[in-house]
């Protein structure tokens, strides 16, 4: 502090570190009656003994001490009502962290596990504060905790029974969740205390306010099993209470630093403040290499600007006035638009969030005012919002992530823009009653009015989108203006600000912790994300900040991917919620007035810096919906494989003549055979972790196989269409590699470069957070788009062939004809192909969107391979004729050996060479002998007709008298042949 100048004092933090002795421990320590809870007995309680009314507020402060080998869920205190017995209850639970956490229950809500204290076996002061719309959770005097209220507005019930280390299950009973340990100090409020109230509280301050309970043994009614111990407690405002309005200082000036008299603590002064070390060291690497090896911006900075780096640099001095402030942010700008194609360093991006910090505390001096004319204001605002234009641009948004340590936020440079505009409202509104400044990511307007009874609300907008009709807009009511004039304000000044680029540097994977809403059981909760712009008013009333109720409406900004669900939440952003982080998300006085598609509209009772945050939940089918679809799915499963089964079946023992379009059918039938039995076992699977590993990697492999041979058989399709100059043989190579060969090597490169995130958790498919997914969704989508192409020009060659077949009939039946055969050839093919060509998953695309489409969607996959069955075997022509010459050959057969001779000579059978020139020879000769008779025989004859693939049976026989020979043939020609 002596380097950069300063000769002044600065105010000490903690001073009790900084004294030589210590003080008597009677000034820091006070003897208290507790109670000890043992885990020798998991019955004790405490009841106290008094009533309560309704309240519409309530603080519970107590001090617990935690036994330090206990982790289990336990309840600190529980407030039953008759009607209701989860009225309002604490409760704790041990992590692997060495912490112990506390959630707090009000009307059955349970809100989460946030708020902690170390497990280290010492006394703690743990405070509870709740009202209809707020609620908080205080440690050690600490806000560690909050919210807004839960889902109903209505009072605690009156009449309750108030429980010190049980849960009640029942009214005044059924105890469970036992607290271990000693608890004393307990005192219950009915209003919400504020923050400083607690700070008292918990450096043993006496309250003044009316209690409903204080503590009193002498007040509770305890189990045998509790005793009463003493307790001694540390208590900091006992040591403090000769330094109430007075704090002591560090004195710099001379040579040996040394603690001064006491000052008063409304007094500004500098301060020393505590860093961690990560971030210290994030700094000081930041600042070495930026000496060492300044960046392009930087050098172009030092070449533009002769003091930018005692200003910016390590050891910043600061800025002493606005024309100082104004050159270096003329420079700053010309040096950006210097290193444009270069881009910011992450290193560039710390000096200019710093810059812009040190502009705004820049306070107009008098010399300002007579030097600086309007221009001269405005040129500094507009180099200002250039400024913070480029640091806050989508294209850093990596860059932000990587000085997250040592910069709090982007939210930093909204600040230093709220303040750089408040401070120069003035000056700016000389000349003129409204002023907007534009940037790309930017938009500011300042408008200043006279307030009076025809005043009007003040409405301001962000930039017009084409596309977007409903923009982001904020608006100050008219009654509120009118207000602020009954109140006494005389001049009015708003500054809005409208910010379209901060979305994109928050993180998305940081979920924004809020307590998700209710759903009817069928959305599961995921997350919270940032999902609009940021939109902001700042009221002064006469130069004084003031705040006042607005309303505003957002665009939502998020792409709605498959089965992601949205609900809006209208937020501002706390400064003072969470401040060494430089603040957090709230929800307090804002509620959402309407929701529309594409943007929401927004009431809050204050004016800072609003958006809209997204609650994101994944649509999930109800219970009943869930049992329904895994029983079709079972059924249509096994219905399926039956069909499929019976279908290769058919294949091999009817006889089908072999042929290329056969054997795909046939690999298509195994393929998606296997692939709906592991379907069936998958449920069964799901409970060992191994098991359920192989059977994904295997439904991967034979659902892709399905689809890789639907690929083939569009192919073979279209080979039938178009002419395609290939072998049978080159091509059924090229099925098979098509067909099994790219599935296996899909699923071999999947599981090689995703093996630890390839499988979904709690069912076995493929996982969808990590993209494991892709995998076989992106070769089912272009399966999916080329048999689609193929059934288009399926539906061409049909149509046009039943056009030229309709202009061949009589002029008299020709349209009705037309009519028919059209509509014929389009249904016909869709029908038979759907199946084959897998395009009934086109539905698959759909199913987040209905309930009813992932109904459709499993009967008609499940049912595949029945429908398969149908129409490539049942209705199939050659697989009906197969069966019919079996039936016919039969019967042939039958006739034939019921008309055959008992006895056929052998010698005399005469071969057969050819019809009507060469004598005849039986296929089966049978002999026999008679005497002076004529020898006959009869046989048959199969004769192949091989120009239609078909059979015919000929019976003949043979009659033989002395010196003559007599042939008779007699055939039989089999139906439909």
């Known amino acids: 502090m002596r380097q950069i100048g300063y000769q002044s004092q600065v105010w000490i933090n903690n001073p009790s570190k900084l004294e030589s002795k210590p003080l008597p421990p009677s000034k820091q320590y006070l003897p208290f009656s507790a109670l000890n809870f043992p885990k020798t007995s998991r019955e004790g309680f405490a009841r106290v003994n008094r009533p309560f009314p309704a309240l519409s507020s309530v603080s519970v402060c107590v001090r617990i001490q935690w036994d330090p080998e206990w982790n289990e869920v336990s309840t600190i205190f529980s407030y039953a009502a008759r009607v209701f017995t989860n009225e309002f209850l604490l409760r704790g639970q041990g992590d692997m962290q060495g912490r112990i956490l506390l959630a707090l229950i009000v009307h059955g809500k349970h809100f989460p596990y946030k708020a902690y204290f170390p497990n280290d076996g010492g006394w703690h002061h743990i405070c509870v504060t709740w009202s209809t719309s707020l609620w908080a959770i205080y440690v050690d005097g600490e806000r560690k905790d909050m919210g807004s209220g839960s889902d109903t507005s209505r009072d605690i019930y009156a009449d309750g029974i108030l429980i010190l280390g049980q849960d009640q299950d029942s009214f005044g009973g059924n105890f469970t969740e036992p607290f271990f340990g000693n608890i004393t100090d307990l005192n219950v409020w009915n209003n919400s205390m504020e923050t400083r109230h607690i700070r008292a509280l918990n450096g043993c301050s006496a309250m003044n306010q009316a209690m409903l309970f204080s503590w009193n043994l002498d007040h509770l009614i305890k189990h045998p099993a509790v005793k009463e111990v003493q307790a001694l407690l540390f208590c900091p ?40 070390r990560e971030r210290y060291l994030k700094m000081k690497q930041m600042s070495d290499s930026q000496r060492s090896q300044p960046t392009a911006f930087m050098n172009h900075l030092l070449k533009h600007s002769n003091n930018s780096q005692t200003v910016i640099g390590p050891h910043s001095s600061g800025l002493s006035s606005l024309t100082e402030a104004s050159a270096l942010l003329d420079a700053t700008v010309q040096a950006l638009q210097d290193t444009r194609q270069e881009g910011l360093q992450p290193t560039d991006m710390v000096s200019l969030v710093q810059l812009l910090s040190l502009a705004a505390d820049v306070s107009p001096q008098h010399s300002d005012a007579t030097n600086h004319t309007k221009e001269n204001v405005q040129e500094l605002s507009q180099y200002f919002i250039s400024v913070a234009d480029s640091v806050i641009s989508q294209d850093n948004a990596f860059k932000w992530q990587a000085i997250k340590e040592v910069v709090n936020g982007p939210m930093d440079v909204v600040k230093s823009i709220d303040r750089m505009v408040t401070s120069l409202s003035s000056g700016l509104m000389s000349e003129s009653d409204h002023l907007t400044f534009h940037s790309p990511n930017i938009k500011l307007s300042v408008q200043q009015q006279r307030l009076q009874e025809s005043s009007k609300g003040t409405s301001f907008c962000g930039p017009e989108n084409e596309k977007h009709s409903n923009s982001d807009c904020i608006t100050v009511p008219h009654q509120k203006i009118q207000d602020l004039l009954y109140k006494g304000f005389d001049k009015l000044t708003l500054v809005n600000t409208w910010y379209g680029s901060l979305r994109p540097l928050f993180n998305p994977e940081e979920n924004i912790s809020m307590v998700p809403t209710v759903t009817d059981g069928s959305q599961r909760y995921l997350g919270t994300i940032l999902g609009s712009s940021v939109i902001s008013t700042t009221v002064l009333g006469d130069n004084q900040p003031i705040s006042t109720a607005v309303h505003f409406q957002l665009r939502h900004k998020v792409q709605n991917p498959a089965g992601a669900v949205y609900d809006p939440v209208c937020a501002f952003w706390d400064y003072n919620l969470t401040p060494e982080t430089g603040g957090w998300w709230n929800t307090k006085g804002c509620e959402v007035v309407s929701k529309q598609y594409g943007y929401t509209v927004c009431y809050c009772n204050h004016t800072t810096n609003f958006a809209l945050l997204l609650q994101v939940y994944e649509a999930q089918p109800s219970p009943e919906n869930k049992k329904a679809l895994q029983v079709l799915t079972f059924i249509g499963c096994g219905v399926s494989l039956c069909g499929l089964l019976f279908t290769f079946i058919l294949f091999i023992a009817v006889g089908v003549p072999k042929s290329d379009r056969t054997t795909v059918h046939k690999n298509l039938i195994v393929a998606l055979s296997i692939a709906e039995l592991l379907l069936m076992c998958s449920d069964w699977a799901s409970a060992n972790e191994g098991a359920c590993f192989v059977i994904t990697a295997l439904l991967h492999l034979f659902f892709m196989a399905s689809f890789s041979w639907m690929l083939v058989e569009g192919l073979l399709l279209w080979s039938k269409v178009v002419s395609v100059n290939i072998s049978e043989d080159r091509r059924m190579k090229l099925y098979y590699v098509i067909g099994w060969g790219l599935p296996v ?56 062939s039943a056009r030229r077949r309709a202009k061949m009939l009589s002029p008299s039946s020709a349209s009705k004809m037309h009519t028919f055969d059209l509509t014929w050839a389009v249904t016909r093919p869709v029908l038979i192909l759907l199946p084959v060509l897998g395009l009934t998953w086109l539905c698959g695309v759909l199913v987040h969107l209905s309930v009813v489409i992932a109904y459709i969607f499993s009967a008609l996959n499940a049912f595949q391979g029945l429908y398969i069955f149908l129409v490539y075997a049942v209705y199939n022509s050659e697989v009906r004729n197969a069966i019919k010459r079996i039936k016919e050959k039969r019967k042939a057969l039958s006739f034939t050996n019921c008309s055959q001779p008992t006895t056929f000579l052998p010698s005399q059978r005469v071969p057969i060479r050819s019809w009507g020139h060469s004598p005849l020879t039986p296929s089966s000769p049978e002999t026999s002998e008679t005497s002076g008779a004529p020898s006959s025989s009869s046989t048959s004859l199969v004769i192949k007709n091989e120009s239609f693939r078909k059979e015919s049976v000929v019976s003949f026989s043979m009659k033989q008298a002395p010196g003559s020979q007599v042939v008779q043939l007699t055939a039989f020609k089999p139906s439909g042949s």
């Open 745 to 800: 090597l899909i699923v071999i490169v999947t599981l090689a470069t995703t093996v630890n995130e390839y499988k979904a958790d709690g069912h076995c498919w493929l996982n969808l957070k990590t993209g494991t997914i892709w995998s076989f969704v992106g070769p089912v989508i272009f399966v999916l788009a080329v048999n689609s192409v193929v059934l288009g020009r399926v539906v061409m060659v049909t149509v046009s």
């Open 237 to 276: 405002a006992k040591h403090q209470e000769m330094a109430l309005q007075s704090c002591r200082t560090l004195q710099i000036q001379s040579d040996r630093p040394q603690l001064t008299s006491l000052l008063d603590c409304s007094e500004p002064l500098a301060f020393i403040c505590m860093s961690s």
